[in-house]
């Protein structure tokens, strides 16, 4: 991908809290803006969208209302598809999304900010196919077996095509429960995608926000998705590996290996995926690469990308979107996330690049 050979983030340390609090703290000290610059913004910064932003966002938040005492910032957990059309309806400065604007609605994206759209990635997760069963904390699974279970071919924990790749492994013989989404979600799109590229003899959809097969449990959100695994033996399900906790987890096979989740996994998948053509220069969009056999990827992946305008009627929304957007790209942002939410930080080339587009938001 042009501008982003990825660097690789640590996985979140123990005290990761206690930095980000120390942060804001020393934040609110300084009384500074983004990367040293001054402070002051004030008002109510209104966005939202993609659930599995949450955790980034509280670390997002936190900081930069630290470095900005009058300002207020409010980010709405709508899922990505009624984060962006919020967006082009005006209920919100900016949105989040787990999949970038496709080419039908950029026409309303544009007409709803008078102009050019801006579109950066913010943050970068694996996917974790999260599954609870008694004693068993890990399981290898290929494209194929996890597309036939979310298509409800697959209904046994102890079925050959799990055990088969699972030698030593004592499978029950329990019903297995899928839990989806029951929001449009960027997740599911990113999910559905990666069986439909990967697997698309046993996964006849295409990627959509709406989960596409009917059956099994559904849940609101990530958070949603997460109590449901939790709270249900045999049940598996997809989300946000930050937010998935202790559950256990799929290594799922790219090449010939079986590749847990990781910060590193998803920022090589990105590292290998080209950006999408014939966008504007304000527009970095990235058609992720999920049948990639690099050594270590991890292709069940969310590119989650910040919406906004380029430029706004009101002066003051302008100068918040545009101080919060230059935050969240920075090196000190892109490092809250990946110690409080464990994504992986973006590339120095694409966050330069981020950083570039962003610094020229501005009141018409």
Do not use: C, M
């Given at each position: 991908m042009n501008f982003k050979s990825i660097r690789n983030a640590a996985v979140p340390g123990v005290a990761a809290l206690a930095l980000l609090m120390s942060a804001c703290g020393a934040?609110?000290?300084e009384?500074?803006?983004t990367d040293g610059e001054s402070g002051g913004l004030s008002g109510n910064l209104k966005g939202g969208g993609a659930t599995s932003?949450?955790?980034?966002?509280?670390?997002?938040?936190?900081?930069?209302?630290?470095?900005?005492?009058?300002?207020?910032?409010?980010?709405?957990?709508l899922g990505s598809t009624d984060g962006r059309s919020q967006f082009i309806s005006k209920a919100l400065s900016f949105a989040g999304s787990d999949s970038y604007i496709k080419d039908e609605d950029l026409t309303k994206a544009k007409e709803r900010c008078g102009g050019t759209i801006v579109e950066v990635p913010a943050y970068i997760s694996s996917i974790a196919i999260a599954f609870n069963l008694p004693d068993i904390t890990e399981l290898n699974l290929d494209a194929s077996t996890i597309a036939k279970i979310f298509a409800g071919k697959i209904t046994k924990w102890n079925d050959d095509a799990?055990?088969?790749?699972n030698e030593g492994v004592d499978l029950p013989d329990t019903k297995i429960s899928p839990v989806h989404r029951?929001?449009?979600?960027?997740?599911?799109?990113?999910?559905?995608?990666?069986l439909n590229k990967v697997a698309?003899?046993?996964?006849?959809?295409?990627?959509?926000?709406?989960?596409?097969?009917s059956g099994g449990l559904s849940a609101e959100g990530t958070s949603g998705v997460v109590k449901t695994v939790t709270d249900t033996e045999g049940a598996i399900g997809y989300a946000d590996a930050?937010?998935?906790?202790?559950?256990?987890?799929?290594?799922?096979?790219?090449?010939?290996?079986?590749?847990?989740?990781?910060?590193?996994?998803?920022?090589?998948?990105?590292?290998?995926?080209?950006?999408?053509?014939?966008?504007?220069?304000?527009?970095i969009a990235v058609d992720v690469d999920r049948t990639t056999t690099e050594a270590g990827a991890y292709p069940v992946i969310l590119l989650s990308y910040l919406i906004a305008c380029e430029t706004y009627d009101d002066a003051a929304e302008a100068a918040n979107v545009k101080g919060y957007f230059e935050y969240i790209v920075s090196d000190e942002g892109q490092a809250e996330a990946a110690d409080f939410a464990g994504s992986a930080k973006l590339s120095a080339d694409t966050a330069a690049k981020a950083q570039e587009i962003v610094a020229k938001i501005s009141a018409k």
């Open positions: 934040s609110n000290e009384g500074t803006g932003q949450e955790k980034a966002q509280e670390a997002w938040k936190t900081a930069f209302q630290g470095k900005n005492s009058g300002l207020t910032i409010d980010y709405a957990l799990i055990a088969s790749q029951a929001d449009d979600s960027g997740t599911t799109k990113n999910f559905t995608d990666y698309p003899s046993d996964w006849k959809y295409e990627a959509e926000d709406a989960f596409p097969v930050s937010q998935t906790g202790d559950l256990a987890h799929v290594s799922v096979k790219v090449g010939d290996e079986y590749v847990a989740p990781s910060p590193e996994g998803a920022a090589k998948t990105v590292d290998v995926s080209p950006v999408v053509e014939g966008r504007d220069a304000t527009d």
